[in-house]
């Protein structure tokens, strides 16, 4: 069965620093989407992404924060200058572009900020 | 921002018999509803959905009740197993976008 996946599993990096959070959304889907769970929170929203532009973001998506897709299968979030409160678990997700509300989560990448 | 609200944050039930968990939601706007299962370290898995036009959705085990006047939805897994072991997750949608996400619910299965 067709998955989201995501890349690292687990991504240590310092304050300030740039990171890149990677996903490969399932290949016939359209629409993308990041989300965010802080240790002991609910699963946040962050960003939709759809036709190559962002269609939707939340509050928390600020200048730091950025989507790409680069190719044609890739799906990327960069944060510019890290903060200790970007320690999360960051999940990816698609869905297919008609039919079909559900959406498709990968196994999230844990960003730890020192 | 609690449009959607699980209150119960741990449900304890015997393996064979029925579990119930309880979803509530404020924004009228939503029109799709949506569950997750979620294990320790791995992404929440699409389990059932609900559109608003519907009061009820099955699908082998797992059942999902909406009742719009109440902003008020529930999922019934019967009969619970002990892989049904996780926390659940219910989700609204509005015009098929982002999805906000309740608390989640722990739900331990007893053998």
């Known amino acids: 069965e067709p998955e989201v996946t995501q890349t690292p599993s687990h991504q240590v990096t310092q304050m300030g620093q740039e990171v890149i959070l990677r996903c490969v959304p399932i290949s016939n889907h359209l629409y993308f989407y990041w989300y965010r769970q802080i240790l002991g929170q609910k699963v946040e929203f962050l960003v939709s992404f759809y036709n190559n532009e962002i269609s939707e973001k939340s509050e928390i998506f600020d200048d730091q924060f950025s989507v790409e897709r680069p190719d044609g299968s890739n799906f990327t979030l960069k944060i510019r200058s890290t903060k200790l409160e970007d320690s999360a678990m960051y999940f990816c997700a698609s869905r297919p572009s008609t039919g079909s509300y559900e959406q498709y989560f990968g196994p999230g990448t844990r960003l730890t900020v020192t | 921002d609690q449009q959607v609200k699980q209150n119960s944050p741990s449900l304890s039930v015997q393996e064979g018999r029925i579990s119930i968990l309880n979803c509530d939601y404020t924004n009228s706007m939503f029109d799709y509803f949506l569950w997750y299962k979620k294990y320790p370290a791995e992404g929440p898995t699409f389990l059932i959905s609900?559109?608003?036009?519907?009061d009820k959705n099955e699908d082998g085990r797992f059942t999902v009740f909406l009742n719009k006047s109440a902003k008020h939805l529930s999922l019934h897994i019967v009969p619970s197993q002990p892989g049904d072991s996780a926390v659940y997750f219910c989700a609204a949608s509005f015009g098929n976008e982002k999805l906000t996400f309740g608390t989640g619910t722990r739900l331990t299965i007893i053998p």
């Open positions: 609900i559109s608003s036009i519907k």
